[in-house]
């Protein structure tokens, strides 16, 4: 029989989501740090509330679990980011299968999951079809270093598909639009099909792989559209 304190089952977590450009972590009132903000939509609507925002987190990816969200289907990254092994920490890290979101998914597959991923988060001016100012948010991963050298490259490009889906244009209401749903498809089964590390103590996660629907060949809209190097400081 081993001396000393054990460890429990439990696993503290904190939990993120990505927003406007920033890990956004909901926290009481009398945290240290915390700004408040106003809802302004959903059910708790002009509900103040704490957050603390952070630009970069950085630890081991260990899994990533696919969710239904208030607004659709989510994505879910949990980070080890544990500094003494007596006290394990995770963190949680929610994103929407948007542009940004997506732009992150394609990377997947050329990160290392048995080493530390630095997620920082960048903001970028734009502009949209109408000449309005816009700001496009992601979130880039890098290993070994922060810099261009260590920046994860996407599987997935424009030039270089490699089976990724286009997006198909369709109408809804006499109206057209495009429908990135081969897309979600494509990138949910990247998910189940990738082996996970898992939480510590667990066996790491067997693939579940799918076969992705073949996308038509239709009409092409650009959706492969990545932060500029020179856009993010380099």
């Known amino acids: ?11 503290p977590i904190k939990y993120f989501s990505f927003s406007r450009g920033q890990f956004t972590r909901r926290v009481d009132e009398n945290t240290k740090g915390a700004i408040s903000r106003k ?14 925002k952070v630009d970069q987190i950085t630890g081991q ?9 208030n607004y659709g289907k989510e994505f879910q990254l949990i980070f080890d980011v544990t500094e003494d092994e007596h006290s394990p920490e995770f963190y949680a890290l929610d994103f929407k299968f948007n542009g940004s979101g997506k732009t992150l998914l394609k990377r997947l597959p050329n990160i290392d999951l048995c080493q530390d991923l ?15 100012p816009v700001k496009n948010y992601y979130a880039v991963p ?7 050298a260590g920046k994860v490259q996407p599987a997935y490009t424009r030039e270089t598909p490699n089976g990724f889906p286009e997006l198909k244009q369709i109408k809804v209401k006499g109206k057209n639009t495009w429908d990135d749903s081969d897309q979600l498809d494509f990138l949910e089964n ?28 239709v009409e092409e809209k650009n959706d492969f559209l990545e932060p500029q190097a020179n856009e993010i400081g380099f």
Request: glycine fraction near 10%.
């Open 1 to 11: 029989m081993q001396r000393g304190a054990q460890h429990t089952n439990e696993k």
């Open 39 to 52: 809802l302004e939509m959903g059910p708790n609507e002009g509900k103040t509330v704490y957050e603390l």
């Open 190 to 217: 990247l998910i189940d099909s990738t082996k996970w590390p898992g939480m510590p103590g667990e066996a790491p996660s067997e693939p579940t792989p799918k076969a992705p629907k073949k996308a038509p060949k």
């Open 61 to 69: 990816l260990i899994d990533c679990k696919i969710k239904n969200g």
């Open 142 to 148: 890098y290993q070994g270093e922060i810099s261009k």
């Open 118 to 132: 630095a997620l920082v988060c960048y903001t970028i001016d734009d502009v949209n079809k109408k000449g309005e």
